[in-house]
């Protein structure tokens, strides 16, 4: 039983987590996939996403090519963090979890 609680209470720091994350990068909750029993959220999703954000911001032609790069940069060191905090720490939970 208490090792069931512990679980529960792991998987909820794990999701307060990823949402954390996903609100800095802007990405909206409800199109994020999230599935803990299997962790369905892959590196892939997430690099689509700032793929799509980078290309919107890039046709904005009101900001200079030196702004555009200093974004991007800034938007994929940010992304890949978060990607491997998150599969980490749901890694760790899920295999927890499994015990």
Same mark, same amino acid.
């Not at 800095?24 to 299997?38: Q, T, V, W």
């Given at each position: 039983?208490?090792?069931?609680?512990?679980?529960?209470?792991?998987?909820?720091?794990?999701?307060? =987590?990823?949402?954390?994350?996903?609100?800095?990068?802007?990405?909206?909750?409800? !199109?994020? #996939?999230? /599935?803990? @029993?299997?962790? *369905? =959220?892959?590196?892939?999703?997430?690099?689509?996403?700032?793929?799509?954000?980078? !290309?919107? #911001?890039? /046709?904005? @032609?009101?900001? *200079?090519?030196?702004?555009?790069?200093?974004?991007?940069?800034?938007?994929?060191?940010?992304?890949?963090?978060?990607?491997?905090?998150?599969?980490?720490?749901?890694?760790?939970?899920?295999?927890?979890?499994?015990?």
């Amino acid at each position: 039983m208490h090792h069931e609680l512990t679980a529960v209470s792991a998987v909820i720091r794990v999701q307060t =987590l990823i949402c954390i994350s996903f609100t800095k990068l802007n990405i909206h909750l409800e !199109r994020a #996939f999230l /599935n803990f @029993s299997g962790y *369905s =959220l892959t590196a892939t999703q997430l690099q689509t996403n700032a793929t799509k954000r980078l !290309r919107q #911001f890039r /046709n904005r @032609s009101h900001f *200079s090519r030196d702004a555009k790069r200093i974004y991007e940069k800034t938007y994929y060191s940010h992304a890949s963090s978060v990607v491997s905090t998150v599969t980490l720490v749901a890694k760790s939970t899920l295999s927890y979890r499994s015990k």
